[in-house]
């Protein structure tokens, strides 16, 4: 039998460069609205002890070689014995006969740095014209990652951070510090929505944390953390006071992101958003005036892992 080949994660983090990750999220996403990505709803298991959840996506794009079917985990309990929070697989096959390719032991790297590619994305598509100051909700991996990007991308240096662990969060403007970002540290999340116009909520919260009568005018809001059923970050009547809803998947926000919350309640018709893709293309807008409440709902989809595992496979092999 021929052996399947297994690629470290030290080889793919040495194949590509956050300028790759983001131009190939950017096409995922506009294929994906496009209609050009076959991605059936996503698997999910939710575990409460330890608290957790295991993803299982999966698709290919219309013409592609490959297919891809990917196992990320996020147990969220690990920093507590010094482990990371998020891990997985991707797995590559070939579109044509069905056979296995390679195995991308990523170790959840490649989840990570695509979601960090598509917040800021999505960031830079509903961004005011002039931004005060990024505002980072949670404290974790992908709220470091989140910010770094997203300041990068937005030559921006300076973020105001609120997470609920006092020690987490002076430990992330530590590290944040690190890495030559100036950072301060908000007592709660009114008074970093009174400085910050754009927002990226970063937690795995099963409640809303931003009320919608808390957020100014001209803000805009990346919503990253409700990615499976119980998962809620926004308050679903800001959705009513939103110019522009901007989604990575239609049905998926519907299911389980902050969006759905807002259609099941009634408050907003479930076709007012608009897919992110069509913004990132140049289609539609992302913000009609400096004064619009802007949000993006993002829940994490297939195309992503198509592109960063094609990525990976192209330049590994």
């Known amino acids: 039998m021929t052996t399947i080949p297994i690629i470290s994660l030290d080889a793919i983090q040495n194949s590509m460069t956050r300028t790759d990750i983001l131009h190939a999220v950017k096409g ?11 991605s059936p709803p996503p698997g999910q298991l939710l575990f409460d002890n330890p608290k957790g959840d295991c993803h299982i996506k999966y698709g290919y794009l219309q013409g592609g070689d490959t297919y891809v079917v990917k196992v990320a985990s996020g147990f969220y309990d690990n920093p507590k014995q010094g482990l990371p929070v998020n891990n997985g697989i991707m797995m590559v096959f070939s579109a044509q006969t ?5 195995i991308l032991d990523d170790r959840g790297w490649l989840t990570n740095v695509r979601t960090a590619a598509a917040g800021a994305l999505a960031a830079q598509a ?9 505002g980072i909700i949670g404290a974790g991996e992908q709220a470091e990652l989140q910010a770094l990007w997203s300041c990068e991308l937005l030559n921006i240096n300076t973020v105001d951070v609120f997470a609920r662990s006092p020690s987490r969060v002076k430990a992330y403007a530590k590290r944040m510090k690190e890495h030559g970002i100036d950072v301060t540290i908000s007592p709660n999340i009114p008074t970093l929505l009174q400085k910050c116009n754009l927002v990226i909520t970063t937690t795995p919260a099963n409640s809303a944390l931003i009320q919608a009568n808390d957020v100014q005018s001209g803000t805009h809001i990346v919503a990253i953390g409700a ?7 926004l308050d679903a ?7 522009v809803i901007m989604v990575d998947d239609h049905e998926q926000c519907v299911h389980h992101g902050d969006y759905g919350y807002a259609v099941r309640a009634g408050l907003v018709p479930e076709n007012s958003d608009t897919p992110l893709g069509a913004v990132l293309a140049g289609a539609k807008p992302g913000r009609l005036s400096d004064q619009d409440i802007t949000i993006t709902d993002l829940t994490g989809i297939a195309a992503e892992d198509l592109a960063v595992a094609g990525l990976a496979w192209n330049r590994c092999t």
């Open 28 to 38: 995922a996403l506009i294929a994906h609205s496009d209609g050009k990505v076959i």
């Open 98 to 102: 069905g056979a296995p390719v390679c």
């Open 126 to 134: 509903g961004a005011p014209a002039q931004i005060r100051k990024l």
């Open 227 to 233: 990615d499976s059923p119980g998962k809620q970050e």
């Open 237 to 243: 009547a800001l959705f009513q006071r939103a110019a």
